[in-house]
């Protein structure tokens, strides 16, 4: 989905684990040319229990004000 009314979106995605006893929060680096197709080519580290639900996002990065929600998706 295209979010940006203005140009090409710049789509980064966060990982969020939130625990009892840890929050951890993971982020891609911003596909500046991503549009909407982006491509991570990159590895995150997180440890992942598996009784936890872990958040999905991706958001468009703005140069002005805040960021903007593309999606959202849980992985149990």
Known sequence: MDNDSLGRQDPYTKFILKTDLVNIERK???????G???LWEEVLYMPIVHQYEMIIDVYDEDMIGSDDLIGRAAVS
Do not use: H
């Open 28 to 34: 891609t680096k911003t596909d500046t040319d991503g």
């Open 36 to 38: 909407t197709e982006p």
